[in-house]
T-cell receptor, first 111, second 115 residues
Framework: GESVGLHLPTLSVQEGDNSIINCAYS??????FIWYKQESGKGPQFIID?????DKRQGQRVTVLLNKTVKHLSLQIAATQPGDSAVYFC??????????FGAGTTVTVRA | GAGVSQSPSNKVTEKGKDVELRCDPI?????LYWYRQSLGQGLEFLIY????????KSGLPSDRFSAERTGGSVSTLTIQRTQQEDSAVYLC?????????????FGPGTRLTVL
């Protein structure tokens, strides 16, 4: 079946460096994508979203890039901080209510 | 304001027992969702409510799982005759309404352990 997945399960980054988290999706009909951050013991928290009619969207210190040709989604975090340590999930919206999540990437920020 | 709350935060039960997990959505949110997160995995959609009705129950793993929502607010997820494979974190989310533009706000989850 089609699913959303992440390229790497873990990412270690030096504080102050930029982080790039990748996600591959297989459902070409998906038209909406979301990145979530989940800290230990908490529920996922919305970071940023993007619709399929866009290829880039920026937020505060974060940028999401969408490449529909290769079905690839990435999250870039600028000047990574210790508080950015968490598990990051990409999700695709299959319809108006169902989100399909990948397995997640654990980001560890080194001081 | 208050976010989505869930209770209990942790539940340990014996195989074969029934459990009830509760979700209190954000006030005014008409849509409510249940997800399951197994260890080291992403979230698996279980069911959603629009008001008190659940149009799509296809994500429920088996007929041992059921959910209800009353008064358009609190929801309860019930697992009957629990099995060890039911051990997971059960997450609830709510949104103002159903639709892609409506952000889903997640609660902290209930960690269920079936011995």
């Amino acid at each position: 079946g089609e699913s959303v997945g992440l390229h790497l399960p873990t990412l270690s980054v030096q504080e102050g460096d930029n982080s790039i988290i990748n996600c591959a999706y297989s459902n070409s009909a998906s038209d909406y994508f979301i990145w979530y951050k989940q800290e230990s013991g908490k529920g996922p928290q919305f970071i940023i979203d993007i619709r399929s009619n866009m290829d880039k969207r920026q937020g505060q210190r974060v940028t999401v890039l969408l490449n529909k040709t290769v079905k690839h989604l990435s999250l870039q975090i600028a000047a990574t901080q210790p508080g950015d340590s968490a598990v990051y999930f990409c999700a695709e919206s299959l319809n108006d209510y169902k989100l399909s999540f990948g397995a997640g990437t654990t980001v560890t920020v080194r001081a | 304001g208050a976010g989505v709350s869930q209770s209990p935060s942790n539940k340990v039960t014996e195989k074969g027992k029934d459990v009830e997990l509760r979700c209190d959505p954000i006030s005014g949110h008409t849509a409510l969702y249940w997800y399951r997160q197994s260890l080291g995995q992403g979230l698996e959609f279980l069911i959603y409510f629009q008001g008190n009705s659940a149009p799509d129950k296809s994500g429920l793993p088996s007929d041992r799982f059921s959910a209800e929502r009353t008064g358009g607010s609190v929801s309860t997820l019930t697992i009957q005759r629990t099995q060890q494979e039911d051990s997971a974190v059960y997450l609830c989310a709510s949104s103002l309404a159903v639709g892609q533009h409506n952000e889903q706000f997640f609660g902290p989850g209930t960690r269920l352990t079936v011995l």
